[in-house]
């Protein structure tokens, strides 16, 4: 009866571990997200962000690959998910480029989130919409 008892017990135990597993998927930020950032002239319309969060603060990197552009500053508003996404780099002359990319998270669960808003730099400015993938 004991062995009954203990294996029931362990049953369940494992079952909620595994229900608090699946329903934790990590900081809003975090992933791959892909998609466009219109009239960009210097590094084209589509984007792909690699975000990470170490705990403290999200990092990340744009267009990872040919035109690696590391993040120099990322914060997220939980008040209306707002992001707000820092980044220099540089154009095919090697002039600088300040990147500001700001929008919000839509559909915040997971398999529809997106972020949408707007990118600016000295050299333009557009409509920016990023998927998680």
């Given at each position: 009866m004991?062995?009954l ?5 362990t049953m369940a135990?494992?079952?909620g571990?595994?229900s608090?597993?699946i329903?934790?998927?990590?900081h809003?930020?975090?992933?791959s997200w892909?998609g ?6 210097i590094?084209?319309?589509n ?8 705990g403290?603060?999200v990092t990340?990197m ?7 552009i590391p993040l ?9 998910w707002?992001?707000?996404i820092?980044a220099d ?14 929008g919000?998270?839509?559909n915040?669960?997971?398999?529809n989130r997106q972020?949408?808003?707007?990118w600016s ?13």
């Amino acid at each position: 009866m004991k062995l009954l008892q203990a294996l029931l017990a362990t049953m369940a135990l494992g079952f909620g571990f595994s229900s608090v597993s699946i329903a934790q998927e990590g900081h809003p930020l975090k992933g791959s997200w892909l998609g466009e950032w219109t009239g960009n002239q210097i590094h084209g319309d589509n984007i792909l962000l690699i975000l990470d969060w170490d705990g403290k603060a999200v990092t990340g990197m744009i267009n990872p690959g040919t035109d690696n552009i590391p993040l120099t500053k990322a914060s997220l508003d939980p008040n209306g998910w707002a992001v707000k996404i820092e980044a220099d780099a540089k154009d095919k002359s090697g002039a600088a480029v300040h990147y500001v990319i700001e929008g919000h998270i839509e559909n915040l669960e997971l398999p529809n989130r997106q972020i949408t808003g707007t990118w600016s730099s000295q050299k333009g400015r557009g409509k920016f919409a990023v998927a998680r993938q």
